[in-house]
């Protein structure tokens, strides 16, 4: 029988490329000890733009028991950044190149069984061409970041290399109300020397464990391969999994058996359910629409990078879940194999993704990496009943328009529908895509990621833009596939204003944008940028290095931002009172507006015990205007009620003569507050003329990195953007030409800096 033994405990590390270490003699005592997970990126890689990317080395000694001497013995590493070399007694086991994904290597030919054998592993997180992400506005720990195992099984067992998988697929071939039919795909490999026959069994049990469908089957294993074979059943009257409603599971108990002996098994929990998406009518489950009110989520935390265990993730859902949200982005990248589980227990709506992002790689035009880890992505996740949407690249045309790169997409999306037709596939777009680009025919459903109230115009443009592309492609099931504004807990404003990084704006932008979307029923679902602040190396905003600070919940996950509070208020059915701007303490003025976000139909506010009024809304908004505060300590207290149970929340404000300096963000508005991306020059007293742009001269059509190389065009940049090269965001922008830029940020590279730019650079002959 199968076996998993865990080699978390008990390793040795070292920052350094020793090649030597492969040898089991190699004396590592002056290695550092330590357990898994790990990242030597838990500090460095949130905390700036520099972190250490390179090779590093992993040991641990290990033992096999001797009974094991007759099974086959794989390496299990569920998540090894990016590229990882295994060795065993100093024999080579293999590379794998990725890090996000399981992935295994037979090392029984290199093991002693009943002695200590060495285990010395080699990780490095160096950017190189024919490995995803090339680049990506988020830091890429280094590590073995997730759990290892050893895998004793039978010479015959379910397929351990089919790209990671478990080697077991339950296909929902059709899922109705009254009936599912499923069939179960099982791969066997047989690594013995002789040919064996095997009955295969499957039980499909409810979550009563009683036996909803059952089936065997003989099969003859020939020597040295791997077979398909499949077991049709049938659930009667199935529980469907029904989101966070009803998110109901089945198991299907698979075993294999030689006369008496089971010689594997696998119980593999799984969900039945029927989904699509409509043009016109957004998403729909098992028959009935739903708004998907989603978030996305990256994987790290504070002073841990990705080294996160079952704790920090289960914090996560817990967030999640009291937010309200019922779908749930996970980006850029594969994640944990317990967050699946997680997403399938509280009926999360999962969109599933790689990283193929930003940039596609300047020399291996095949995408083998980008295929190899979309395969690995579906084949590792294809029983989890809450993934229902496939993502095969985010804001990929960064990197240029390149007809390799739509070439590439097109098909990664058919791969993916290829190894499973039963989902979605979807992509994410950035927001210089135009809405009649072929970009937006390639999958089931196209996102796009905008940012307008935060890097260009305002939070009302969604609503225009929104209509607009639903008018033109009224054939394409569209969803905003990001969104947001950084918002820092330390910044406070009485008048919130886009790029002020303070708290208030962060709600305000949010406040506006959801009243926005919530009246769109074509759209198939939202996700908020971000559910969590993250770590991004190349950013340095708001006084914050390497930080994205766009979460609703801060990066340690110890503060919900006002922000969380406005969506919680929406979403959830969990009756609530929240003052907003509560970290707002220090107040000048003689009289304040206190808002309150909640669920109730009507709020009373209290300030130094003397109640001020009541205010009654259906927009889960309560503003109480004119609310005079004395000098010094003001508390202030918000109080509803719901089915007899009373509800409440407390604030306090200092009434104090000067303003806090410590509220304001140490950047300036549009000119170098988000200046990772964007500067303002002066525009006084410009008159637009006509201009004839050729081929043969510079303009805004050209690339930054294009124009960089020119010293005459390097010198119009620098002439009407400053040094618009020298922040660590330049990386992801010199591919991207100043006509996509314009796109993203309208009120800043608008017609009258646009034409400057153009004027001067026209003149400039292409040599």
Known sequence: M?????????????????????HPAYDDGSWEPIHLPHTWNAIDGANGNEYYAGACWYRKHFV?????????????LNGSNSITDVYVNGRHMGQHKGGYSTFRFDITGAVEFGRTNVLAVKVDNTVVDDVYPQKADFTFFGGIYRDVNLVVVNPVHFDLMDYGSKGIYIVQ????????????????????????????WAEVLDAAERIAAYRAKEAVVPAGETIEAELPAVIERPILWNGRNNPYLYKAKISLQSFNDTIDELTIPFGVRYFSVDPEKGFFLNGERVMLKGVARHQDYKDLGWAITAKEQRIDMELIKEVGANSIRLAHYQHDQFFYDLCDQEGMVVWAE??????????????????????????????HPSIMFWGVQNEIQIGGERPEARRLVKELNDLAKKEDPTRLTTMAHTSFVE???????????????????????????????????????????LCISEYGAEGLVQYHSSTPQVRDYSEEYHALFHEKVWKIFEQKPFLMGTYVWNMFDFAANVRDEGGVKGRNNKGLVTYDRKIKKDAFHMYKAHWSDEKFVHIASKRFVDRPEDTISIKVYSNCQDVTLYVNGQAIGTVMSDDKIFIFENVRLQKGTNVVKA?????????????????????NASYESPEDGIGTAA?????????????????????????????????KEN????????????????????GMKQRMTIDQVSKIAKDVYNDKLMYLLNEKLTKIKKS
């Open 64 to 76: 096999v028991d001797s009974l094991s001497a007759r099974n086959k013995v794989y390496l299990e």
């Open 173 to 200: 071939d059709e899922v109705t109300n009254e009936r599912a039919s499923l069939t179960i795909k099982t791969r066997i490999a047989n690594t013995s020397e002789e040919d064996k026959k095997v009955r295969i």
């Open 435 to 477: 809405i009649t680009d072929d970009y937006n025919f390639i999958s089931d459903i196209v996102g796009y990621n905008k940012y307008y109230g935060w890097y260009g115009s305002t939070p009302e443009y969604f609503s225009e833009w929104i209509d607009e592309f639903h008018r033109t492609n009224p054939g394409v099931s």
């Open 675 to 707: 200046a990772n991306w964007f500067q303002m020059p002066d525009l006084s007293d410009v008159e637009i003329k006509e201009i004839h742009i050729t081929d043969d001269v510079y303009s805004t059509r050209c690339s930054f990195g294009e124009l």
């Open 2 to 22: 199968r076996k998993t033994i865990n080699l978390n405990s008990e390793w040795k590390f070292t920052k350094q490329n020793e090649a030597e270490a492969i």
């Open 639 to 659: 109080v509803s009620s719901s089915a007899g149970e009373l509800l409440e929340d407390t604030a306090v404000s200092n009434k104090v003569a000067e303003p």
């Open 711 to 730: 010293k005459e065009a390097d010198a119009v940049l620098r002439q009407y953007l400053g040094d618009y090269d020298n922040h660590p965001m330049f």
């Open 354 to 383: 790689i990283p193929f992002i930003s940039k596609m790689s300047d020399f291996e035009l095949e995408g083998l990496n980008a295929k190899q880890q979309l395969l690995e992505l579906i084949k590792q996740n294809y029983n």
